[in-house]
């Protein structure tokens, strides 16, 4: 086995997973704290990288649900 087989097995093998998108919710924003008055001047969005890595999602508003795209292989790629 090389390098190139390799990356393409690691690769089939995400691409075999289902795919998930959030419906319903707003994009995750932090609020911004004024230290001094300890008031809320702003926000900003929320790095969604670590909701990639944790795999961990509140939903929180109503009407919210989880959409899963299957992954679909077609039998005319492998002839």
Known sequence: MNTLWAHLLTAS?????????????????????????????????????RFRSDRLLWLEKEGASIAEFSALISPTIFG
């Open 13 to 49: 093998d995400g691409l075999a997973l289902p795919a998930r998108a959030v419906l319903g919710m707003d994009r995750p924003v932090r609020e911004i704290v004024d230290p001094e008055s300890g008031e809320v001047v702003g926000e900003e969005d929320e790095p969604l990288d």
